[in-house]
Each structure stands twice: as structure tokens, then as C-alpha cells.
């Protein structure tokens, strides 16, 4: 027979945890935007390499992978605080976006504000479904 250790209840250890975290996400559809947005792997990693930096926020890592000619792409930029991640289906204008901060050291909700608010404007979607999930 096994001797097990007692585990925290999770509410007190729901009451010490200091990362909540913020996540923001978007399905957009309708988007009209400039198409390298869309195709262009290389073109949208550092698109939103650069708008991660412009919103105050540090990325760790990248990888953005093009589904070939005339088709989308997937990528994902690793963050110190969190990520960024999206997918676009350029034959349906549509477009999947997260943005996920973590809140550990100091309160990061408006830089992925400002970076999901950048994003979604450069997509420009004409039917955007957005979503704010807070998370403890």
C-alpha cells in the first residue's frame, strides 16, 4: 500500500496564487486587410513580433507556419508573460486570435489590451466575436 501526501484544498491554494492572468480572444470574421496579414508567414510573425514590442510586452520565442500557396497560416509568439497565438483562413476571411497575460509581477492587462486591440484594427473584421476571460 502506497502512502500517500495530503493535498491543499484548492480553495487556499486559489487564495495564495498571485498570477492571474488576462485572456482575450477573437474570432473575426469578414476580415479585410492587407493580404500578407493573411498568407505571408514571415511578413505576419514579424508584424506581430513588432506589435507585441509596441505594446510593452516581451516575446521569448516565435514560430508562424504557411499552409502553402494561396492558403493560411498558424503562429504563435511565446511571450515572457504568456502568448500570442492566431490562425487565418484568407479563403474565408477569417481570422482566430488569443492574446494571454499572466500578471505575476506587475499587472499586464493593458499591454494585451493594446496588443489584441492593434491586432484586431490591422484585420479590420467586419464581424468581429469577442471574448474577455479572466483567469485566477
Known sequence: MKN???VVPIQSAVATRNATGLHLIGDLYGCLCDSRLMLDAQYLEDFCKQRVADAGLTTVGS???????????TGVVVLAES???LHTWPEAGYVTLDVYVCNY????RPK???LFDDLLAA???NDPHLHRVDRA
Open 4 to 6: 500517500y501526501q495530503s
Open 63 to 73: 514560430l508562424f507556419h504557411s499552409f502553402g500557396e494561396g492558403g493560411g497560416v
Open 83 to 85: 502568448h500570442l497565438s
Open 112 to 114: 494585451a489590451q493594446k
Open 105 to 108: 509581477t506587475e499587472n499586464n
Open 123 to 125: 484585420f479590420n473584421p
